[in-house]
């Protein structure tokens, strides 16, 4: 848990040297945990004992593993490092060859989300979001959380944050917490929706006092907006 490149060396000894190759639940997720494409030494286990590992989860669940582990390689391949961005083309041309079109464009866009931000492009990576988010009613409210903090901390195009603000409103909707009415309260201020945003920064500060958390960056805000 605290070396996840020293246990992926682990999980690949334990796998070598294993003679029973029926694998527990627990086995198949340290197995699949640590892999990520089809050049990890792992991958031959998965792939080389399919029918022993359909003892375990489901066709449909073996298959979307499979094809993940497969884009992965063909995703590595495409990343230039050194600009650093991803070359779609190369990209595509070798993910259609697993996938359809639309599913390599999903695919490609879900790594975007964690890829652009890394790489400090939120220009870019306000563009996929807003794309991907569009319709937020079956996205994790953390996910979306995560996208308008970083929308409020990055982004400074009011149209743009408006969306942000939608996801975070979504968010509060299923988990309201002390981050989230900050978030929002931040993002109603940026889009000079004062009176919204002072309504969300007090409900923050009372959230954090309630857990004796740090109510600093709401108290902060209050202070700006009034």
């Not at 079109?101 to 695919?107: K, L, P, S, V």
């Not at 939120?122 to 979001?129: C, I, M, N, Q």
């Not at 319709?135 to 995560?146: A, K």
Request: proline share 2%.
């Amino acid at each position: 848990q605290t070396d996840p490149t020293f246990a992926k060396k682990v999980s690949e000894r334990y796998f070598a040297t294993k003679k029973d190759l029926n694998f527990s639940k627990e086995e198949l997720m340290m197995l699949v945990y640590f892999l990520k494409s089809t050049d990890d030494i792992n991958y031959k286990v998965f792939a080389n004992n399919k029918d022993q590992v359909l003892k375990v989860i489901s066709v449909d669940e073996y298959q979307k593993l499979d094809v993940s582990f497969k884009l992965n390689k063909v995703l590595a391949s495409s990343i230039n490092e050194a600009k650093p961005e991803v070359d779609e083309a190369k990209f595509y041309k070798e993910a259609i060859k697993v996938v359809t079109q639309e599913e390599a464009h999903d695919f490609l866009s879900r790594f975007k989300l964690q890829y652009l931000p890394s790489v400090q492009r939120f220009d870019d990576y306000a563009k996929v979001a807003v794309e991907v988010y569009k319709d937020g009613s079956n996205v994790d409210p953390n996910e979306l959380l995560q996208a308008a903090f970083i929308f409020s901390d990055k982004i400074k195009d009011k149209v743009l944050l408006k969306n942000a603000v939608q996801w975070a409103e979504k968010s509060i909707m299923k988990s309201e917490t002390a981050e989230s009415t900050y978030v929002l309260a931040k993002l109603y201020f940026l889009i000079d929706k004062k009176a919204e945003a002072k309504m969300y920064a007090e409900q923050s500060v009372n959230l954090f006092k309630q857990k004796n958390g740090d109510a600093s960056y709401p108290e902060q805000l209050l202070k700006d907006i009034n």
